[in-house]
């Protein structure tokens, strides 16, 4: 790999005779800045070039090109008990830029492509030319939508309205077309089924299994709209059980009570249906798996967030196409790679194996 300082100096070069090279680690995720973090020495020529917030940093993969584009956040010097000496350098990916704006904006009501587009132009007039940021792929309906200011950084209002929303959560990234940053979203998710599979005695060196049961439901209790407004009481079912049970579910993690609001529903019997049809779609336990492979296959797509992979591990019962959310790229060893599959999981429960 290569590693560039404002499109100018080396940094690194992996494979080349230099003794200056860097030890970082690339890591993206959906929906979120990429990171690359790397430690440098004093023998490296760019060692005092550094500078936090102005620093431009690109990281170029021989195979797939330009994989992290964004400047350097901090720079942590360092001397260890052993006697080295260094500099931890952290730095952040495309979107971070829309952290350097503040939209001064009215309500809004609007397609969801028209709001992206003015709050894009009045970032790209309030910041240098090398921090802008162009509209480009959004995938989105013509549904009119209402958005409020919040007088934040440009990249909170977007996380707020667009994948954090009450009624949109979609998914948002920062692509580069000769040369050019272009702001992409959609409604649902960026994702294509990849031609690889991940398999066991070919190119997945280990995996690990977390699982976390923290947010099922097996006891569904469906509500429907306001009825009273003055004590907020909800059309419920009729009779004296006010709940539907997965008992799939309920036989494997016991009962587990949760609610779902149907505000458009305004008669118990609509409403029965509705709370049958989601208590049987009630999912188990989120689960992830982190799969460190070896990308063998030349002729083929590379690793990639968003894609779908086959996984098969036969001693752990696996055979499933799964999303991947997350990698972890090593800049000088790319067999140390670590993929992330299958849901996010904020806290990891400990439970390392299917019941």
Request: include cysteine.
């Amino acid at each position: 790999m290569l590693v560039t300082l404002d499109d100018a100096k080396t940094l690194h070069e992996t494979g080349s005779v230099r003794t200056n090279k860097l030890i970082g680690t690339i890591t993206k995720e959906i929906n979120a800045i990429d990171t690359f973090t790397f430690n440098i020495y004093p023998d490296n020529s760019c060692y005092s070039d550094l500078k936090e917030l102005t620093s431009l940093i690109k990281v170029y993969d021989d195979k797939e090109g330009l994989i992290f584009d964004g400047r350097v956040l901090t720079i942590s010097p360092y001397m260890t008990d052993s006697g080295e000496i260094g500099k931890q350098v952290v730095c952040e990916g495309g979107l971070c830029f829309l952290k350097d704006s503040v939209p001064i904006i009215k309500q809004l009501k609007c397609t969801i492509r028209t709001y992206i587009a003015t709050l894009l132009s009045a970032h790209n007039k309030s910041v240098e030319s090398y921090k802008q940021i162009h509209i480009g792929n959004i995938n989105c309906s013509q549904a009119q939508h209402i958005f409020n200011p919040g007088y934040e950084d440009t990249f909170s209002e977007l996380t707020k309205n667009l994948i954090s929303g009450e009624d949109i959560r979609g998914e948002m990234r920062v692509r580069i077309d000769k040369g050019i940053r272009f702001f992409d979203f959609t409604a649902n998710e960026f994702s294509e089924v990849s031609n690889k599979t991940i398999q066991l005695g070919r190119n997945m060196r280990s995996i690990t299994q977390a699982i976390d049961p923290s947010e099922i439901i097996t006891r569904l209790y469906p509500l429907g709209a306001v009825i009273n407004d003055d004590t907020g009481e909800r059309v419920t079912l009729s009779g004296v059980t006010k709940y539907i049970d997965n008992d799939q579910l309920i036989e494997r993690y016991g009962v587990h009570a949760g609610t779902m609001i149907f505000d458009n529903i305004t008669t118990p019997g609509v409403l029965s249906q509705a709370g049958r049809v989601c208590a049987g779609a009630l999912k188990a336990a989120k689960v992830q798996y982190e799969v460190s492979a070896i990308d063998i296959d030349e002729k083929l797509d590379g690793f990639a967030v968003g894609c779908k992979y086959r996984i098969v591990n036969s001693y752990l019962g696996i055979d499933e196409v799964l999303r991947c959310i997350g990698t972890s790229i090593d800049i000088n060893d790319r067999s140390q790679n670590v993929l992330t599959f299958g849901d996010k999981i904020d806290t990891i429960s400990g439970m390392t194996s299917r019941k």
